[in-house]
Nanobody, 124 residues
Framework: QVQLVESGGGLVQAGGSLRLSCAAS????????MGWFRQAPGKEREFVAI????????TYADSVKGRFTISRDNANNTAYLQMNSLKPEDTAVYYC?????????????????WGQGTQVTVSS
């Protein structure tokens, strides 16, 4: 059974930074693909970033490229999303997702395991 718990969301001014954490349960975390997605009110859940098992292979949505960094600490079963230069349009609930198969997946329907989400609000 995989359980994911996000933390680190909050209210920040435009241009500020936040770091989200996703703590995972499970003995084979190091082999999972970990993804971050977000969902703004009235919009569909969208891809933000993923990191595959080693952490060396990362992919970002164009909208966050150069501002967000995804990383992972396999020793502590935790994935992170460092968000810099935040913009009001980054406001959303952010979710982490896990894929134990270790694939390079950018669509939400490809993930079976999700955290509860953490709210990020960026004021202008």
């Amino acid at each position: 059974q995989v359980q994911l718990v996000e933390s680190g969301g909050g209210l920040v001014q435009a241009g500020g930074s936040l770091r989200l954490s996703c703590a995972a349960s499970g003995r084979t975390f190091s082999s999972w693909t970990m993804g971050w997605f977000r969902q703004a009110p009235g919009k569909e859940r969208e891809f933000v970033a993923i990191t595959t098992r080693s952490g060396g292979d990362t992919t970002y949505a164009d909208s966050v490229k150069g501002r967000f960094t995804i990383s992972r600490d396999n020793a502590n079963n935790t994935a992170y999303l460092q968000m810099n230069s935040l913009k009001p349009e980054d406001t959303a609930v952010y979710y982490c997702a896990a894929d134990p198969r270790g694939g390079n997946y950018k669509f939400s329907w490809q993930y079976d395991y999700w955290g509860q989400g953490t709210q990020v609000t960026v004021s202008s």
